[in-house]
């Protein structure tokens, strides 16, 4: 452990980190994943169940660096952007949107973040470095 000093553990759990969720191919369910803290991924049938999951998972990541003496990421931020987006959709989209949030039994914003995010996560696949 270095010299320098350390935030309390209570410090580092509280932080919020960026959440990403995708549903995965293979095994049916949701992956949630916090790019932030390397390795820290889990899985869900379904999308509540993988936030949960990643909260467990961030718990438990943190708690063993932090006894371990490694360091702790902080969070990736850009002040530029408030994670709020108005934004205005046919109500036919609309309703297909939240009736599948409601067969998936999560939120609607829950529902749309994890489209987002997989659309967003096929982008960048395609995308040369």
Do not use: F
């Amino acid at each position: 452990m270095n010299s320098k000093i350390r935030e309390s553990l209570d410090y580092y759990l509280n932080l919020n980190y960026s959440v990403t969720l995708y549903p995965d191919e293979e095994a049916g369910g949701y992956v949630a994943e916090i790019k932030d803290l390397p390795g820290c991924l889990t899985q869900g049938e379904n999308l509540e169940e993988a936030i949960n999951h990643i909260q467990e998972a961030k718990e438990l990541w943190i708690e063993t660096a932090y006894e371990s003496g490694r360091t702790i990421p902080l969070p990736s931020t850009n002040a530029s952007y408030s994670g709020k987006l108005l934004l205005r959709i046919p109500k036919s989209l609309h309703r297909r949107l939240a009736e599948t949030a409601k067969t998936e039994e999560v939120s609607l914003n829950q529902y749309i973040l994890s489209v987002l995010s997989q659309a967003s996560g096929q982008l960048l696949a395609r995308s040369p470095h």
